[in-house]
């Protein structure tokens, strides 16, 4: 990843060179080139012939310096990597495309090849068995402050390989207690919540060629995958003794928290710059990234949304209407808020969820007088960081849910509490692949995130009817609001967070329903979040390897119960058992890594289950119906839980 230098990729401790055409060595080598290749080819495990084939221009891909931080959110940078999706996706055979991505690599902004590639190896039906590396170990320095990187250095170039120990990244380092805000830091800035949410916008990317972005009901997963993080979020700042998250939908106004995240760039040698406190965001003119545009358009796009929505309709690019259906407008509206190039008419509803990140990105240097970049909030890898987000994000999701507001309601059909218990673990990740040290070998970093003990559903089912199937969904939510009193309905709903869905065959009569917490639809091992290291690699050919990048979409298995409180925080469990026949989608989804669906959706296949996703949660109560008890029919439970934290660190164990 150091672009001074040449193209190799280490294999265990030995290099695997490239041996390159003498033309495609990059301009500013080629008068030591043949020097270069004696130097590298003498430490290689491993020489890989790279075919000589006619190369297409890169034209503004080249544009954006290799020493410049990439962000998706930026129109140009969008652009531009829609360019070389298409290079990469267009090449006829692998052999081509390793001889595209070889010439490249030397003159394309790193983050820029890295993630054109990965989509491209996703997506391409010949390289379905291809690794990606790890992100976090491509890129440490967007997950692991700068002091820590220069540690893990110094402990590379003075220990041995064997004698190294982890070095240990302390739960605090990006604020004091003095800042509120600070109490969510550990789940803001939890290695594997931010891993998910960058695989998330990987697998489901708003721009480039149509066979990319076009992926079932894609705007509606936008919406929930993120609702879902929102209310997520509110139930940890509960926990924490804080109310909800404050919608951010004032946007003339100051924002009075501020982020430090403590990041450097090692491509850019830069840092991310931090957001202070009482900022306004301010219209944006930066020519170098091609980005101007006035806060008053991101209030018209709101604007015409609103309208949108409360007419049931939107208006395609040709002036016809769209009715925004009960099934499908939601869907519809994910793409115009997002928005993805799935928008029927981006000219008129704009790029209001993306453009927000920008704003908020340059709140700092708005015209690049100051030659700064952007902030943690202009990058879908480190934005979850920064508060800002959330409040960002449930002003999107206010949007959503007005539209929710406007759709018929769900009709009526008819112990001691137990405790879930969460604590801290570290755990240790190897960070070599990212890092240019030698003598090579691994060396750890030791992080410390929520854990939970694991637990069963114990689910009696009582089935009047004969033998059929069902869908088990599972939900928690916390019991009281911020003030401790119960909620009414209309609100809890948006609290609900999903800890599982999932098939079951009923008998006649009592039925027993046991499940594992391990095998919710919504999470993915931890191993899997990281993926740490060759060892973890299923061998090639295998069907494990199949969609092995898919796989690292899903919400990481750690933080799936919240935190709770010392004292136990009051929730409720619900289990609802809906009729398989108004689910049921007809198709294989036995396929690899179809366990995270959830929140992730399986890969080229349709979403698994037919009903709106946050059903029955997804809208507004039915009149009548002001509490949780109220809204239950025959086939719901509720089961009072309690969330116990403990404040003690277990070490996970070392497989
Ligand atoms: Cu995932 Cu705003 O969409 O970051």
Redesign the pocket.
């Known amino acids: 990843q150091n672009p001074t230098e040449p193209a190799y990729v280490p294999k265990g401790d030995k290099k695997v060179v490239f041996d390159i055409p003498t033309d495609y060595i990059a301009d500013r080598y080629k008068h030591v080139g043949v020097q270069l290749f004696d130097r590298f080819g003498e430490e290689a495990a491993e020489r890989i012939p790279v075919k000589q084939i006619s190369l297409p221009r890169l034209g503004d891909i080249l544009k954006l310096s290799r020493q410049a931080n990439f962000s998706l959110f930026i129109p140009f940078h969008r652009k531009i990597s829609g360019q070389l999706i298409d290079i990469f996706m267009g090449m006829r055979s692998i052999d081509d495309l390793q001889s595209m991505a070889v010439y490249a690599r030397d003159r394309v902004n790193p983050y820029l090849f890295n993630y054109c590639l990965s989509v491209a190896l996703l997506h391409r039906k010949d390289t379905q068995g291809l690794d990606i590396p790890s992100f976090m170990e491509s890129f440490p320095d967007k997950f692991i402050d700068s002091q820590i990187l220069s540690q893990v250095r110094e402990e590379a170039n003075i220990v041995p390989t064997g004698s190294r120990t982890p070095i240990e990244i302390p739960i605090d380092f990006t604020a004091s207690n003095l800042e509120e805000e600070h109490r969510l830091a550990f789940w803001r800035e939890d290695i594997g919540l931010n891993l998910h ?1 960058w695989h998330w ?1 990987l697998v489901y990317p708003f721009n480039g060629p149509s066979q990319i972005v076009n992926k079932n009901r894609r705007g509606e997963l936008f919406y929930y995958m ?1 609702q879902q993080v929102i209310a997520r979020y509110n139930f940890e700042r509960l926990c924490a003794f804080l109310k909800r998250v404050t919608r951010y939908c004032e946007w003339r106004k100051p924002i009075p928290e501020a982020y430090f995240s403590k990041l450097d760039s090692l491509i850019a040698s830069r840092s991310y710059p931090p957001r202070v406190a009482n900022q306004t965001i301010q219209d944006l003119s930066r020519e170098q990234d091609q980005v101007k545009v006035d806060v008053t358009r991101l209030e018209q796009w709101r604007d015409r949304i609103f309208t949108a929505i409360h007419s049931g309709n939107v208006q395609d690019e040709a002036g016809k209407m769209i009715p925004l259906t009960e099934f499908e407008g939601i869907d519809i509206l994910g793409d115009i808020i997002e928005s993805s190039t799935k928008s029927p008419n981006r000219p008129f509803y704009g790029d209001i ?1 993306n453009m927000g ?1 920008i704003f908020l990105a340059y709140i700092h240097d708005p015209d690049h007088r100051h030659l700064e970049t952007f902030g943690v909030m202009g990058d ?1 890898t480190t ?1 979850m960081r920064d508060p800002i987000f959330y409040r960002w ?1 449930a002003c999107i999701d206010d949007i959503f849910q007005q539209f929710k507001e406007t759709l018929p309601r769900y009709p009526s059909q008819g112990g001691s509490p137990n405790v879930l218990s969460t604590f801290w673990q570290q755990s240790d990740v190897n960070l070599t692949r990212g890092m240019d040290f030698q003598p090579r070998g691994p060396v750890f970093v030791r992080f410390t995130h929520l854990q939970h003990q694991p637990f069963t559903y114990n689910i009696s089912v009582n089935n009047t009817g004969g033998a059929r199937q069902g869908t088990c969904r599972i939900f928690i939510a916390p019991a009281n609001d911020e003030r401790g009193n119960p909620w009414l309905f209309r609100d809890q709903r948006t609290m609900f967070v999903e800890l599982d869905k999932f098939t079951v065959n009923l008998q006649q009569g009592q039925n027993t329903i046991v499940r594992r917490s391990d095998q919710s639809s919504v999470t993915i091992p931890f191993e899997r979040t990281f993926r740490n290291l060759e060892a973890n690699r299923p061998a090639e050919g295998t069907d494990a390897l199949e969609q092995f990048n898919f796989c690292g979409c899903g919400w990481p298995h750690h933080l799936l119960i919240p935190k709770g409180t010392p004292e136990g925080t009051a929730s409720h469990l619900f289990v609802m058992i809906s009729n398989y026949n108004d689910d049921r989608i007809e198709q294989d989804t036995n396929v690899p890594c179809n366990d995270a669906s959830s929140y992730c959706g399986i890969k080229d296949k349709l979403y698994p289950d037919r009903r709106s996703m946050g059903y029955p949660f997804d809208r507004a109560p039915r009149d009548g119906v002001s509490t949780l008890q109220q809204f239950l029919t025959p086939n719901m439970r509720v089961q009072p839980v309690t969330i116990r934290f403990t404040n003690r660190t277990l070490r996970r164990q070392q497989t």
């Open positions: 949410h916008h993120h969820h990140h879908s934005a994000h």
